[in-house]
């Protein structure tokens, strides 16, 4: 059973995009810069902007903070947005979500503008994905296929089932797990579905992306099969300082006596996130060059 080391392939990229940068910098004077709009002080969306910082700093960009109070008003937000679209130093615009209720998620968004959204969410660049035109694409998404890419699986014609329909994960995906080019067959399943394991027993490969522990386990997968864990969930365990650990969507345990390769959580999907964002931000900033 081959375990699918994300943070070994996030590493690799990173070191690329950082000579990358610093290439850009020394022939063509421009520094790639990401601007991180956070609002409120959630912690788990503190230590996701602080991350994304840290990478960026670590490639050799440049990061902008914009922290707003909880209270802002959409308005004041949204012209925030508007001052970065418009700021030439900035290749890359990224509002941390969730944001606080009472503010309109979609309208915030849709600020942003399309040739800055290096998180792929627009409307404009999810349309661009969807007829196959050269886009953002979206980070978690765009990780998987290259991780799917680096496990040296081919899915050309192979059965792919999605588990879950985000539109910032399972969606996405299964749009681009059927372009031309990585060509699968995909099925994507959601909570209406009315028998999982009928599909992904039929699997080459499963992406699980519920946002719940032990949604794919070992009985529900054909023998050989690859599984690509998304999920990120707390659960207590009295054995860790912190008092809880991470644990994906697939019950790790089953799953890998029947797998041929699978991604641990962490350190498999998570990594690939941030580093296709560093990606996204150097093509934004490769167009500033040009
Ligand atoms: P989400 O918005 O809550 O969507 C979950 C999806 O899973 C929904 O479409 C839901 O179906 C479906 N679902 C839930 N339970 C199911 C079940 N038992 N059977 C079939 N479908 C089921 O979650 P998300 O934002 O896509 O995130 C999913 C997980 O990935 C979370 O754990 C999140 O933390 C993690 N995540 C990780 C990264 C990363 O970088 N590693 C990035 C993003 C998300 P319905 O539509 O019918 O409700």
């Given at each position: 059973m081959q375990l699918i080391d994300g943070k070994a392939l996030a590493k690799r990229m990173r070191e690329e995009i950082a000579a990358d940068v610093a290439a850009l910098r020394a022939e063509r004077?421009?520094?790639?810069?990401?601007?991180?709009?956070?609002?409120?002080?959630?912690?788990?969306?503190?230590?996701?902007?602080t991350a994304k910082e840290r990478a960026c700093a670590e490639a050799g960009m440049r990061s902008?903070?914009?922290?707003?109070?909880?209270?802002?008003?959409?308005?004041?937000?949204?012209?925030?947005?508007?001052?970065?679209n418009a700021d030439p130093e900035v290749d890359g615009v990224l509002v941390q979500l969730p944001l606080p209720k009472g503010i309109d998620t979609k309208r915030v968004i849709e600020a942003i503008s399309p040739e800055k959204d290096v998180d792929g969410f627009t409307p404009v660049n999810i349309g661009r994905m969807m007829?196959?035109?050269?886009?953002?694409?979206?980070?978690?998404?765009?990780g998987i296929?290259?991780?799917?890419?680096?496990?040296?699986?081919?899915?050309?014609?192979?059965?792919?089932?999605v588990i879950g329909r985000s539109n910032i994960v399972g969606r996405p995906l299964s749009v681009l797990l059927?372009?031309?080019?990585?060509d699968a067959t995909v099925t994507l399943c959601h909570t209406a579905t009315r028998d999982v394991?009928?599909?992904?027993?039929t699997a080459d490969a499963v992406v699980v992306a519920a946002g719940r522990p032990g949604t794919l386990t070992g009985d529900m997968l054909r023998k050989g099969a690859v599984v690509i864990d998304v999920g990120v969930n707390r659960v207590r365990d009295a054995t860790s300082a912190r008092g809880y650990r991470l644990v994906g969507d697939a019950d790790f345990e089953s799953c890998s006596r029947v797998a041929s390769a699978i991604t641990p959580v962490p350190g498999g999907v998570?990594?690939?996130?941030?580093?296709?964002?560093?990606?996204n931000t150097l093509a934004s900033a490769r167009r500033r060059a040009k």
């Open positions: 004077g421009v520094v790639p810069g990401l601007a991180v709009v956070l609002v409120g002080e959630d912690p788990a969306s503190v230590s996701y902007v902008v903070e914009v922290r707003l109070p909880e209270s802002v008003a959409e308005d004041k937000l949204v012209a925030e947005i508007a001052r970065l007829i196959g035109d050269k886009c953002f694409l979206p980070c978690t998404p765009h296929v290259k991780l799917i890419e680096f496990a040296g699986m081919d899915l050309k014609g192979r059965h792919v089932v059927s372009m031309k080019g990585v394991a009928a599909f992904t027993r998570g990594p690939m996130t941030i580093t296709m964002l560093l990606w």
